[in-house]
């Protein structure tokens, strides 16, 4: 049966004028219990669960096929562009025909809510590859976040996408995890304000963002994926959940995905207080819940408090979550059980169908044809973009004898396994790294130059020489002895070493793909030990999903440079720093970890979590620090004052800086503002950042900076779990990054301690004037 042949039953839902609240009740009520359950449901079409493109995958069988997944309805339909290559047009029409028999199967004609991967670009073959979140996280820079989450997702409407399952707002526990690379970073103001501009953007597009993993999945113990989340109350609320809040509250963000992980005990998919009370009954989250992949089934199979997966899904349903993911594995007859009240069945189903009818998939004149795919994914619009964020996200670590920007350049080696290997410049969310791996001998399907391809381009003049050395895994050093021969007849050699990343352990930095120490992987130690040794200069180029702790290796090489998986146009930024072409303007998102740091620990931390003289013998010191980053030119503040000397505990004050360009080349400044809370009635972090900036400015030209910054960003969660804003002195630094002195500012927060809570001030405005 196609569309055509349907004669579906009308009423007040196929009313367009109607509020789509009212047009779900009106078809929730039409709907028989069977009907209301299929719509709880999913499929993953043309997938036989082989490759691994999701964890676990041994779950996908038993899946129901596809005509009999569809039949009485659909609630999604998974991941029809991001299961194998597949050109725009053909999946095009591939999604309209599968949309077409999920109509034609129900009596009311609506059809399944597609969704995709989007977390580096629109998750299918022949579609830009962006620099992954690590990467936009070192831009500073969220407006740009959302001009490219605006054109993702044009990309994905276009062809009939509703979903998209991005941002990750895991904020960085351990850099051991293997999603660190996913994420936005180790600050959950950082990761609040760029994950709301992502939310926004892809949703100015008609696209669904969904959050994900709702909560404590980065806190995992050990930094094992799926591993119990270590928290306790209060960093729960005030690092981990901040994200999601901002998000909810002032994103509006339409759907959630709950985490892997229990924390305390309690798996977040069963977990009534985190999916229902927090998020729904606290915050005012109307969208859908949906579950990370096979999260339902997990209940049972892996954390065990169920007895089996009809079991779990009762326990998913009743804690809040809406939708299964990837196919109806539990969300079926199950809920048709006399155990499971009406009332929890009809809620999750008036949500599905609110989110459907918002979406225009009730509308009378919906059609699956309807949809014409873009000439081309990868728009010269696309890359362009691309090349910006690649370009802002380059750090400049160190460069103490002026080695960079490289002139007269004659001869160089370029060195090391991810020098030559388009792969290392992809996160593991990548279609190339996820999905092509399965698909041998199926070319990458964008240009994606190399870091050897662009040296060659960036300096045509020079001979260049490149060696491998090693491999990323395994401990074969017999390259090594070539490397450093290339490196000593070179009069520059760059050496380009990292991750590649993968799923499962099939990468070094990915999903799956968690480490024990932060040495570089393989035998890329040894290799950047006798390179750098034997090199007559030398550049050091890091690209990886995670900081290691390279501080030793940072200081026997010339200059330094680290870029997060940059994406398609990540070779050209990396060289046109190189070259001056680009002066670097990216700054940590995360620290670079001391040599004996230990780990956990990034720099949100109160003082005894930090360096302690004659308590332990562990320096956690960071090679480099949280928001560092270097430039060609160099940048001065002066002039840091508040508009008043107190700050009432409901009141704002102004903080004003003036930032100068002292160097002689136009620049970008990243002013940044840290919160200092001295004495406090818990420990509270040494510093913690609420307010930043990205200014430009020309040679020996000075800006002033305002920060309206309101006594709501000194809150915290006190003694009682609630969160207060306290009276006491504080102090307001403007630095160039958490290690950096800075210019400060001492207030007294005056008046009786207040409690706030989610309508709480949660941005602090920053004003840059002429």
Same mark, same amino acid.
Request: proline share 7%; aromatic share 8%; net charge negative.
């Given at each position: 049966m196609t569309i055509s042949d349907a004669r579906p039953t009308t009423g007040l839902w196929s009313d367009p004028a109607l509020p789509a609240p009212v047009r779900a009740r009106a078809l929730l009520a039409a709907m028989t219990p069977a009907e209301k359950v299929a719509q709880l449901g999913s499929t993953w079409p043309d997938h036989d669960g082989g490759g691994d493109v999701a964890p676990m995958q041994e779950t996908f069988r038993g899946a129901d096929r596809f005509e009999e997944a569809v039949t009485g309805g659909l609630?999604?339909?998974?991941?029809?562009?991001?299961?194998?290559?597949?050109d725009p047009e053909d999946g095009r029409r591939r999604l309209a025909e599968l949309q077409e028999r999920v109509v034609a199967a129900n009596r009311f004609a609506v059809p399944a809510l597609a969704h995709e991967e989007c977390l580096t670009g629109f998750f299918t073959w022949r579609a830009t590859v962006y620099p992954t979140p690590l990467a936009w996280a070192a831009t500073w820079h969220p407006d740009l976040v959302g001009r490219m989450a605006r054109a993702i997702g044009a990309d994905m409407a276009a062809v009939?996408?509703?979903?998209?399952?991005?941002?990750?707002?895991?904020?960085?526990?351990? @850099?051991?995890?293997?999603?660190?690379?996913?994420?936005?970073?180790?600050?959950? @103001?950082?990761?609040?304000?760029?994950?709301?501009? @992502?939310?926004?953007?892809?949703?100015?597009?008609?696209?669904?963002?969904?959050?994900?993993?709702?909560?404590?999945?980065?806190?995992?113990?050990?930094?094992?994926?799926?591993?119990?989340?270590?928290?306790?109350?209060?960093e729960l609320a005030d690092v981990v959940l901040v994200p999601f809040e901002k998000a909810v509250v002032t994103g509006r963000v339409r759907s959630v995905m709950n985490a892997y992980n229990d924390i305390d005990g309690v798996p977040c998919g069963a977990d009534e207080s985190l999916l229902t009370g927090l998020l729904r009954d606290t915050w005012g989250f109307e969208g859908t819940?949906?579950?990370? @992949?096979?999260?339902?089934?997990?209940?049972?199979?892996? &954390? &065990?408090?169920?007895?089996?997966?009809?079991?779990?899904?009762?326990?998913?349903?009743?804690?809040?979550?809406?939708?299964?993911?990837? &196919?109806?594995?539990?969300?079926?007859?199950?809920?048709?059980d006399d155990g499971v009240p009406t009332a929890l069945l009809d809620r999750a189903v008036l949500r599905v169908l609110t989110q459907k009818a918002e979406l225009g998939l009730l509308d009378p004149d919906w059609k699956p044809g309807r949809y014409t795919a873009p000439a081309d994914l990868d728009s010269p619009d696309n890359r362009a973009l691309a090349r910006e964020l690649a370009e802002q996200s380059v750090v400049l670590l160190d460069n103490p004898h002026g080695t960079l920007p490289l002139t007269g350049v004659r001869t160089v080696a370029v060195i090391g396994p991810a020098a030559d290997d388009a792969r290392c410049l992809f996160g593991c969310y990548s279609f190339p790294n996820h999905v092509l791996p399965h698909h041998p001998g199926t070319p990458l399907g964008v240009e994606?130059?190399?870091?050897?391809?662009?040296?060659?381009?960036?300096?045509?003049?020079?001979?260049?020489? #490149?060696?491998?050395?090693?491999?990323?895994?395994?401990?074969?050093?017999t390259g090594i002895r070539a490397a450093v021969e290339a490196a000593e007849a070179a009069d520059l050699t760059v050496l380009v070493v990292g991750d590649r990343s993968g799923m499962f352990g099939e990468g070094t930095s990915g999903e799956g793909c968690d480490v024990g120490t932060l040495t570089l992987p393989g035998a890329q130690e040894a290799l950047v030990e006798a390179v750098l040794a034997a090199a007559r200069r030398s550049v050091l180029v890091t690209v990886s999903g995670r900081p290691y702790a390279i501080g030793r290796h940072c200081a026997a090489a010339d200059?330094?440079?680290?870029?997060?998986?940059?994406?398609?146009?990540?070779?050209?930024?990396?060289?046109?720093?190189?070259?001056?072409?680009?002066?670097?303007?990216?700054?940590?998102?995360?620290?670079?970890?001391?040599?004996?740091?230990?780990?956990?620990?990034?720099?949100?931390?109160?003082?005894?979590?930090?360096?302690?003289?004659?308590?332990?013998?562990?320096?956690?010191?960071?090679?480099?620090?949280?928001? &560092?980053?270097?430039?060609?030119?160099?940048?001065?503040?002066?002039?840091? #004052?508040?508009?008043?000397?107190?700050?009432?505990?409901?009141?704002?004050?102004?903080?004003?800086?003036?930032?100068?360009?002292?160097?002689?080349?136009?620049?970008?400044?990243?002013?940044?503002?840290?919160?200092?809370?001295?004495?406090?009635?818990?420990?509270?972090?040494?510093?913690?950042?609420?307010?930043?900036?990205?200014?430009?400015?020309?040679?020996?030209?000075?800006?002033?900076?305002?920060?309206?910054?309101?006594?709501?960003?000194?809150s915290f969660t006190g003694r009682d779990l609630r969160r207060r804003v306290e009276p006491g002195a504080i102090v307001l630094t403007v630095a160039e990054s958490a290690g950096d002195p800075g210019r400060s500012v001492r207030l007294d927060l005056t008046g009786a301690p207040r409690l706030v809570d989610h309508t709480r001030t949660m941005t602090t405005p920053v004003r840059v004037l002429p």
């Open positions: 609630g999604q339909l998974t991941r029809v562009f991001g299961t194998a290559p597949v009939g996408v509703h979903q998209g399952l991005a941002p990750v707002l895991d904020v960085v526990r351990d @850099y051991r995890w293997g999603r660190v690379e996913e994420t936005l970073g180790e600050d959950p @103001y950082l990761v609040s304000e760029l994950g709301l501009s @992502y939310v926004q953007g892809l949703q100015s597009s008609g696209v669904v963002a969904t959050l994900k993993h709702f909560a404590g999945y980065s806190a995992s113990r050990a930094a094992r994926n799926h591993a119990p989340a270590v928290l306790g109350p209060r819940v949906v579950s990370d @992949y096979w999260a339902v089934a997990f209940l049972a199979s892996l &954390h &065990h408090v169920a007895d089996d997966v009809r079991d779990a899904a009762r326990l998913a349903l009743r804690a809040g979550i809406d939708v299964e993911l990837p &196919h109806t594995s539990g969300y079926g007859p199950a809920l048709l994606a130059p190399t870091v050897l391809d662009a040296v060659r381009r960036e300096f045509p003049e020079a001979v260049v020489r #490149h060696e491998a050395g090693c491999s990323f895994t395994g401990d074969d050093r200059a330094a440079v680290q870029a997060f998986f940059p994406g398609e146009e990540g070779a050209a930024a990396i060289t046109g720093v190189l070259s001056g072409r680009v002066n670097p303007s990216g700054r940590l998102p995360v620290q670079i970890p001391g040599d004996s740091a230990g780990q956990p620990g990034t720099y949100l931390a109160p003082p005894l979590a930090l360096k302690s003289d004659g308590v332990s013998n562990i320096d956690p010191t960071p090679a480099h620090p949280f928001g &560092h980053g270097l430039s060609y030119t160099t940048f001065a503040v002066a002039g840091v #004052h508040a508009d008043a000397q107190s700050l009432a505990a409901d009141g704002a004050v102004t903080v004003r800086a003036t930032v100068t360009n002292t160097g002689s080349r136009a620049g970008v400044f990243v002013p940044q503002l840290y919160l200092t809370d001295p004495v406090a009635s818990v420990t509270r972090p040494v510093r913690q950042l609420i307010g930043f900036t990205r200014v430009e400015l020309a040679a020996g030209e000075s800006r002033a900076v305002e920060f309206d910054v309101h006594a709501d960003m000194t």
